[in-house]
């Protein structure tokens, strides 16, 4: 009897789009989950008459799989950032070690933080077994239909794999949205900054919505702006949806559906990790920062209701005192959105250059924004542009610094500093907006009021400082003056 190519435990929904997935590329998959009946469900209802097959013993779904056995976890990680901590995927992992055999795979496909995936690595590599963390991106449709999975282990357990990932992910231009990032948790810290990259991304874009709310668009005038820019340069999956969303209507108020939700939203964590890291790394990632501390403000939902009658500020409505022509408004709006999209992508770049750096990664950047051009939430047609930045330059400092976002963020800067400036003078929060302008600028400034912050730091803790006219390492302390509290 054949054995069959692909284990999958974990049966969610991605879980079972994902086996589909890779049943339809004419893999032969076996399918093992905690709760049976949903096994049941599932093998009795879409992967019905498929090359898929259920196991309620975990060491006969084991036994079913060919040599090297390649099997997918997607099961819900709970550890956070102590590398100490075990989980659902460590006990699942824990389970499967006695019933493998040497030069098997596992393979963690779940929101892992990326030090597991590192301690997971070594561990079962003294075992004799191979490991990969990998991060899988695009939602359910994007797991049934084609994601963008980016993988991180030894270049052997990458072999093992590869022929179904690459089978099974998005494709653009012909090309695999897949491809090894590097070895331990290398590819589970590229999709925790692709997620926090996407948090800066879907903020930006609800600030520019907040600014044509006020200034009183509907619903459908939003949803012609948003397509009418997902034809142009800032064609995106995510402009794309937007533009969807506001053409929804809400059966039973006939309001847009999105005028009825209420203004409180989620996270699930890898935005945290990725201000967490980047703090670690001293890597600025104001935007994605700004990003996620919305979500948190979003959340205090009433404390926001009892603060909107005590405290005071301009009436949003005052955004119409300074009314731009639609027209204007809109080409305006536009710039400020696609500068400070750079901004956040030069901001994740960054932060991933750096801890690649630290980790020996080797991490290739370009790589890492083309396989992001299909299946994944940001998929966007200015990662080629990325791509194209670190083909010329594999050593760019900044993606700032690339001469063709460089020409953008000059041409769209008269517009995104008007727009900040009309936001908060009319008392439209644009915290991301603003972080992205606040980032720019501080890096373009030859020089800042650290010197002062300095010596403050020397005066009260004695931390010393560099001298501008003294050769950079050799540091001073002044004894300056005692202060007399009165």
């Not at 905690?34 to 209802?45: I, N």
Request: aromatic share 8%; net charge negative.
């Amino acid at each position: 009897m054949s054995k069959n190519d692909f284990g999958l435990i974990g049966l969610a929904v991605m879980g079972q789009n994902l086996v589909l997935n890779v049943a339809s590329r004419g893999f032969k998959a076996s399918v093992y989950n905690r709760t049976v009946e949903t096994m049941k469900g599932f093998l009795d209802g879409p992967a019905k008459d498929t090359n898929i097959e259920g196991f309620e013993d975990l060491q006969e779904f084991v036994s079913s799989l060919s040599r090297p056995r390649k099997i997918m976890l997607l099961v819900k990680s709970t550890a956070a950032n102590d590398i100490n901590d075990r989980d659902a995927v460590d006990k699942v992992i824990e389970q499967l070690i006695p019933l493998l055999e040497e030069g098997d795979l596992i393979i963690d496909g779940g929101n892992s933080y990326y030090i597991h995936s590192e301690r997971r690595s070594k561990d079962l590599l003294e075992k004799g077994l191979l490991f990969i963390g990998t991060g899988v991106s695009g939602g359910e449709e994007g797991a049934l239909k084609g994601p963008a999975i980016m993988p991180g282990g030894p270049t052997e357990s990458w072999e093992i794999i590869r022929p179904v990932f690459e089978s099974i992910s998005a494709k653009v231009d012909g090309e695999p949205c897949v491809t090894l990032l590097g070895p331990g948790g290398a590819g589970h810290y590229v999709k925790m900054v692709h997620n926090g990259i996407e948090y800066g991304d879907m903020q930006l874009i609800c600030e520019a919505y907040n600014i044509f709310k006020a200034v009183g668009f509907t619903s459908d005038e939003l949803a012609k702006v948003f397509s009418e820019w997902n034809d142009g340069d800032l064609e995106s999956y995510l402009i794309q949806i937007t533009s969807k969303i506001f053409e929804e209507k809400d059966h039973q108020s006939n309001q847009a559906v999105v005028d009825m939700i209420l203004d409180r939203a989620g996270q699930k964590g890898t935005g945290r990790w990725t201000v967490m890291s980047a703090a670690e790394n001293g890597v600025v990632i104001s935007t994605i920062n700004a990003a996620v501390e919305a979500r948190i403000l979003s959340s205090m939902k009433d404390q926001r209701i009892s603060a909107s009658s005590q405290l005071s500020g301009p009436n949003q409505n005052s955004f119409n005192d300074h009314m731009l022509p639609k027209d204007e408004l809109i080409r305006k709006v536009k710039d400020a959105l696609h500068a400070s999209k750079i901004i956040s992508y030069a901001q994740g770049l960054d932060l991933m250059k750096k801890v690649g750096e630290n980790h020996s990664w080797n991490l290739n950047l370009g790589e890492i924004a083309k396989i992001w051009r299909g299946g994944c939430i940001i998929r966007a047609r200015f990662l080629n542009r990325i791509t194209e930045a670190y083909d010329r330059n594999p050593n760019l400092e900044n993606l700032m610094l690339d001469s063709y976002f460089n020409q953008i963020l000059e041409q769209s800067q008269s517009s995104w500093r008007e727009i900040v400036n009309l936001a908060l003078n009319s008392g439209i929060p644009v915290p991301a907006f603003s972080a992205s302008l606040g980032y720019y600028d501080s890096y373009r400034s030859e020089r800042l009021p650290a010197n002062l912050l300095q010596a403050q730091r020397d005066f009260f803790g004695a931390h010393t400082y560099e001298r501008v006219d003294k050769p950079r390492g050799e540091f001073f302390h002044t004894n300056w003056p005692d202060v007399i509290d009165d």
